[in-house]
């Protein structure tokens, strides 16, 4: 999942500006593969453990010592609608770690400052999702 410019986005009680990107990526941490006897190809795939990490980038207009501190939990959650309109907003939230904060600085004609916070999702209990998506309201 990738929204671009999402209206608003929290983490705990704090409010993140200037947010450009979040991205919602799942990956296999435990794939089982099995082949059966009548041909080369896959019988059988599943997934035994999964991961669930967000990348959150944000532009920095100045100096900010803002960063969330790595272990730091809380509630993730941003808005995203396919226009302005607020009529299909939706709400995606999980509880989420902080897993690392990097900054990168581009100089020159377009000199630019972007940090971006990685959070691993954490489900409440294993067998749940732990991404929510819900009809939004005008706010989070």
Not at 11 to 26: I, K, L, M, Q
Not at 122 to 132: E, K, L
Request: no cysteine; charged share 20%; hydrophobic share 50%.
């Amino acid at each position: 999942m990738l929204i671009l410019n999402p209206t608003e986005v929290a983490f705990g009680s704090e409010r993140w500006a200037n947010v450009t990107a979040v991205a919602v990526d799942r990956v296999s941490r435990r794939t089982i593969v099995e082949w059966g006897d009548a041909g080369p190809h896959v019988a059988f795939a599943d997934v035994a453990r999964q991961e669930v990490t967000v990348r959150v980038v944000m532009a920095l207009e100045r100096g900010d010592l803002g960063a969330p501190a790595l272990g730091a939990m809380g509630t993730l959650a941003f808005m995203t609608a396919p226009s302005g309109a607020d009529l299909s907003r939706r709400r995606v939230s999980m509880q989420a770690v902080v897993t690392g904060v990097s900054h990168q600085i581009e100089t020159g004609k377009r000199a630019a400052a972007t940090r971006t916070v990685e959070l691993v999702a954490v489900a409440s209990a294993g067998n749940v999702d732990p991404v929510a998506i819900t009809d939004g309201g005008p706010t989070l």
